[in-house]
């Protein structure tokens, strides 16, 4: 299970902050719908809170493959 988590939270061996950085949104994210459908009893518009969460990864892995096209990253 540990090296499930590992491989789970890692780029190729390094740790990955787009990874680690969207799990935490997730769970911020999860936790403040989860309260806002508690106290209101509607499921609020999730078009923004997605937007957000998706830009983590994305701008991480957007930053990956630029190093691959400059040439500085093996």
Do not use: D, N
């Amino acid at each position: 299970m540990r090296k499930f988590l590992q491989e789970l939270f890692s780029e190729f061996g390094e740790a990955s902050f787009s990874r680690v950085g969207t799990f935490l949104a997730l769970l911020f994210a999860c936790a403040w719908v989860s309260y806002i459908v508690w106290r209101t009893h509607t499921l609020p518009g999730l078009e923004g809170l997605t937007f957000f969460i998706a830009s983590l990864y994305g701008l991480g892995k957007a930053g990956e493959t630029v190093q691959r096209v400059l040439g500085k990253q093996p």
